[in-house]
C-alpha cells in the first residue's frame, strides 16, 4: 500500500505486526537475553542484601534503556513498514541511540520513582482534603510525563536531531498527539488487564511465573513496544518527518538551481525566459517556473555587470 494511502488503525496495525511475526519475535527474544541476565542479578542482590525493594526494582530500566533503544527501532521500522533485519537492526538501533536512551532511562528511574513515592504518600493521607487536589495534580504531572516519552522515544529512533529540539517537539506533542497518546495509554492498560487475568487464574506462584516468563520471551516486550510507537509515530510523521522532509527537498532543490546557475549561460537563460512568467520550462532537467529562470537571469546579469566594472 503507497504511503499516502495508508490508513492507520487496528487492522493496520495488526498486519504490520502478524506480517513480520517471525522477526518481531525473535528480535524480543534478543531484548529477553539481558532482561533475564540484569532480572537475575537484581533477584541476586535481593537475596543477598535479604531485603526488596522499589530503588531496586526499578534498575531494570536503566539497566535495560540501551537494549530498548534496539527493540524500539525495529518497532518503528515495522511501522513504517521497512524491511526488518533482527538481529542487524537491534544491534544498530543500540549502537545509535544507546547514549540518549541512556540518559532518558535514569531520568525515568527518577521521574518514576519521585511518581511512586508521592502518590504512596498522598494515599496514606487522603483525610487531608488539599491532599486530593496534589495528588490529582501528581498524576496529571505523571500523565504528561509518559505522554512527554512516548514522542521522545520515538523521535530519538526516527530522526536526527538534538536531544533539546527532540525535548522541544515532545512537549509540542502533547497536545497535538493526545488522542494517540490516550490510545497507548487505554492499549498498554488493556494488555496489562488481559496478562493479569491470565496469570491470576494460575493455582501457584510457580505456574504464575512461568507463563509470565513464556509471555515475556514470546511477545510482550516487543507487542508493548509497538504500540507505543506505531501510536506515536502518526502524529510525529505529520508534524516533524513530513515537514522535516519538505524543507530538505526545498533545500536541495535550492542546492541544484544554485548550481545550474552557475553551469547555465546567459544566453541559454534569456531563450528560456521568453514566454508566461507562470510557464513551466526544463532548466538542466528539472522543471521550473519561467519567473524563476527570469530571476536568475537578472541575478547572473548584475554579476557579470558588476565583473565587468572591476
Known amino acids: 500500500m503507497a504511503q499516502g494511502q495508508r490508513k492507520y488503525g487496528l487492522t493496520d496495525f495488526m498486519k504490520g505486526y502478524f506480517d513480520s511475526i517471525g522477526k518481531v519475535t525473535l528480535a524480543?527474544?534478543?531484548?529477553?537475553?539481558?532482561?533475564?541476565?540484569?532480572?537475575?542479578?537484581?533477584?541476586l542482590m535481593f537475596k543477598l542484601t535479604g531485603e526488596m525493594n522499589l530503588f531496586g526494582l526499578f534498575l531494570i530500566v536503566p539497566l535495560m534503556s540501551p537494549f530498548t533503544a534496539g527493540l524500539m527501532?525495529?518497532?518503528?521500522?515495522l511501522t513504517a513498514r521497512q524491511q526488518i533485519k533482527p538481529y542487524g537492526d537491534f544491534i544498530k538501533g543500540i549502537k545509535e541511540n544507546w547514549k540518549f536512551f541512556s540518559v532518558n532511562g535514569v531520568i525515568v528511574y527518577i521521574v518514576s520513582l519521585g511518581l511512586y513515592i508521592t502518590f504512596a504518600y498522598f494515599r496514606e493521607n487522603l483525610d487531608k482534603p488539599i491532599v486530593i487536589f496534589y495528588l490529582i495534580m501528581s498524576l496529571i504531572a505523571g500523565l504528561f510525563f509518559m505522554f512527554v516519552e512516548l514522542s521522545l522515544v520515538t523521535m530519538a529512533v526516527t530522526v536526527d536531531l538534538k536531544m533539546s529540539e527532540m525535548l522541544k517537539n515532545a512537549v509540542m506533542l502533547v497536545t497535538g498527539g493526545i488522542l494517540q497518546h490516550l490510545k497507548t495509554l487505554v492499549s498498554l492498560l488493556f494488555i496489562i488487564a488481559v496478562v493479569t487475568s491470565v496469570l491470576m487464574m494460575s493455582n501457584s506462584w510457580l505456574i504464575f511465573f512461568i507463563v509470565l516468563g513464556v509471555m515475556t520471551i514470546l511477545f510482550l516486550p516487543v507487542l508493548m513496544s509497538h504500540i507505543c510507537i506505531y501510536n506515536s509515530y502518526q502524529t510525529i510523521e505529520k508534524a516533524v518527518i513530513k515537514p522535516y522532509a519538505e524543507e530538505k527537498r526545498k533545500s536541495d532543490i535550492k542546492k541544484e538551481l544554485a548550481e545550474n546557475e552557475k553551469a547555465i549561460t546567459i544566453e541559454e537563460l534569456e531563450i528560456l525566459s521568453k514566454g508566461d512568467k507562470n510557464e513551466y520550462v526544463s532548466l538542466k532537467g528539472r522543471m521550473v517556473k519561467r519567473s524563476t529562470v527570469i530571476k536568475m537571469l537578472e541575478t547572473k546579469k548584475n554579476m557579470q555587470n558588476n565583473i565587468d566594472d572591476i
Not at 534478543?30 to 532480572?39: E, G, H, M, R, W
Not at 527501532?73 to 521500522?77: A, E, F, L, T, V
Open 73 to 77: 527501532y525495529i518497532c518503528r521500522k
Open 28 to 43: 524480543n527474544l534478543l531484548y529477553c537475553i539481558p532482561l533475564a541476565v540484569f532480572l537475575g542479578i537484581i533477584m
